[in-house]
């Protein structure tokens, strides 16, 4: 079974950092190892909608961010592929939310817009993560 693990959430104070861990484990359906996937961050406060974050491109060369966090927030891979990173520097109250790490499978015809990222459908989400951040 395939698993999606976000680590790394807590509470800290305004203008503080963060690093969430998404670790992604098990046989996919289709065969492909996450090396193939897109990985992407989305959050969702309390009371509000699911919202995209941020997405990294199954090689890893592209990057997409949400202008709520764009400069503020980093996305990486290690190199192993299997493992993904958000690093979250000068957090606001308004990123408080429940974090969800997503994989998608990769494209062979194209690579995939911020749209396309934003939309899905995802094949895979983790069960998120509480990133509490003080006024």
């Known amino acids: 079974q395939v698993q999606l693990v976000e680590s790394g959430g807590g509470l800290v104070q305004a203008g503080g950092s963060l690093r969430l861990t998404c670790a992604a484990s098990?046989?996919?359906?289709?065969?492909?190892?996450?090396?193939?996937?897109?990985m992407a961050w989305f959050r969702q406060a309390p009371g509000k909608e699911r919202e995209f974050v941020t997405a990294?491109?199954?090689?890893?060369?592209?990057?997409y961010y949400a202008d709520s966090v764009k400069g503020r927030f980093t996305i990486s891979r290690d190199g192993a592929k299997n493992t993904v990173f958000l690093q979250m520097n000068n957090l606001k109250p308004e990123d408080t939310a429940v974090y969800y790490c997503?994989?998608?499978?990769?494209?062979?015809?194209?690579?995939?817009?911020?749209?396309?990222?934003?939309?899905?459908?995802?094949?895979?989400w983790g069960q998120g993560t509480q990133v509490t951040v003080l006024s």
């Open positions: 997503a994989a998608i499978a990769g494209s062979g015809r194209y690579y995939y817009t911020i749209r396309e990222y934003e939309k899905g459908p995802y094949d895979y």
């Open positions: 098990g046989r996919t359906t289709s065969g492909r190892t996450f090396t193939k996937y897109g």
């Open positions: 990294i491109s199954w090689g890893g060369v592209s990057t």
